[in-house]
């Protein structure tokens, strides 16, 4: 193992600082996903916020050349995107001593949190859409409120977003992303929507016809490598499966947002994107999955067996390698990807590339201390 592990980190250093990389050479990457826990525009302004510090220091131990960070918020000023503020604040900068800055090119997809729909989509009978007053702790019952009307819950708009990051060697296809943020819940083929117990739709007729299935987003984020292949970088961060009653809409559109991605890898004609392109990815396309997908395969509150069912039964995904943590820690499995005591962030290679090694990152002492409430998982891949 560690020989096999030092010839892949040979060839990952190699392959993004060759000036000239051969065509027919595959390359090395470190791949990963960090759930970075509800990270806002204000723990942004300055570079002095100890719980980010502590995040970056992570990924610098990390080193990754592609990470997805979910619970980043988008903002909506003209300036630099909250992404590109972590990267210069706290990432370009060392974070403690022996780790080195790190860099990275980054997008940062729209979101449908705290976007208000304008419906009563929780059957409150209420409809508020007025941007609650932001509190620095907890949430408010006028916030709950605002969020659960919203196509993705959010206290404001922006929250809970995600970022891709990218080493500058590593090139992103901005003209060929593809985003699913508009694509309506009804229109998945095989979903599923959510029933009052008397049997009667949830959502009316109207509500329905406007709702959205991604809560945040569904992106295709193409990455161009130093041999010409293409990497597919499909992101997202399905709604948990909870914090809903009787008719389980947050457990269905979990299992639908999930379903979403198998039909996109299926290459599914049904799929249409935000700029009207129809169909899904091509079937011979190098891609990973990558983020939060809020889905334990035997655990949790989830349609049992979704991850299987969906994702670990697709002959284009490779085999599940189980990331798993060489740190134990107390009430968790080893393989837990969050202090809640589940699995539910995934880095999903496509079966064309080869996986050498993969792991769940968390740092030895008290798990609550840890700056999130989920660790990074990474994978070690070679890509053709």
């Not at 525009?41 to 990390?62: C, F, K, P, S, Y």
């Not at 909506?76 to 590109?84: C, I, L, M, V």
């Not at 599940?320 to 699995?343: C, M, N, Q, W």
Request: with cysteine; proline share 7%; net charge negative.
């Amino acid at each position: 193992m560690i020989a096999t592990r030092l010839i892949v980190l040979f060839v990952l250093a190699c392959s993004i600082s060759a000036a000239k990389a051969s065509e027919t050479q595959p390359v090395a990457l470190r791949i990963a996903t960090f759930n970075i826990e509800d990270v806002r525009d204000e723990d942004l302004n300055g570079a002095d916020n100890e719980r980010l510090q502590a995040i970056a220091a992570v990924i610098q131990r990390l080193r990754p050349n592609i990470i997805l960070l979910n619970e980043i918020a988008v903002s909506d000023d003209e300036g630099p995107s909250n992404a590109e503020k972590f990267v210069y604040n706290y990432l370009a900068t060392s974070q403690g001593e022996g780790l080195q800055p790190i860099r990275f090119d980054t997008y940062t997809p729209a979101t449908n949190t705290g976007l208000h729909s304008g419906f009563d989509l929780d059957n409150s009978g209420t409809v508020d859409a007025t941007l609650p007053e932001m509190t620095a702790d907890g949430q408010t019952d006028s916030q709950r409120a605002y969020g659960n009307d919203c196509f993705g819950f959010g206290t404001f708009p922006g929250q809970y977003g995600m970022a891709l990051l990218v080493h500058p060697k590593l090139q992103i296809r901005a003209d060929q992303i593809r985003t699913f943020q508009q694509f309506l819940w009804k229109d998945l083929p095989g979903h599923t929507a959510p029933m009052n117990e008397d049997g009667t739709p949830w959502y009316s007729d109207e509500e329905w016809d406007a709702m959205r299935l991604a809560s945040k987003n569904f992106a295709d984020v193409p990455i161009q490598l130093p041999n010409g292949t293409v990497l597919h970088a499909l992101i997202s961060h399905p709604t948990p499966p909870a914090f809903d009653g009787p008719e389980r809409r947050n457990v269905l559109r979990n299992h639908d947002e999930i379903a979403l991605i198998r039909a996109y890898i299926d290459g599914e004609p049904a799929l249409y994107d935000d700029a009207g392109k129809t169909g899904g990815l091509k079937l011979d396309a190098n891609f990973v999955i990558l983020g939060d997908l809020n889905c334990d395969p035997a655990d949790g509150s989830g349609v049992d067996m979704t991850m299987f069912s969906q994702l670990f039964s697709s002959d284009l995904i490779a085999d599940d390698t189980h990331p798993a943590s060489s740190i134990r820690v107390e009430k968790l499995d080893r393989t837990d990807t969050a202090r809640f005591g589940l699995r539910v962030d995934y880095v999903l290679p496509s079966s064309g590339i080869t996986v050498t090694e993969t792991g769940v990152w968390r740092d030895p002492g008290d798990a609550d201390q840890f700056p999130s409430d989920h660790f990074p998982v990474w994978a070690e891949v070679i890509v053709p």
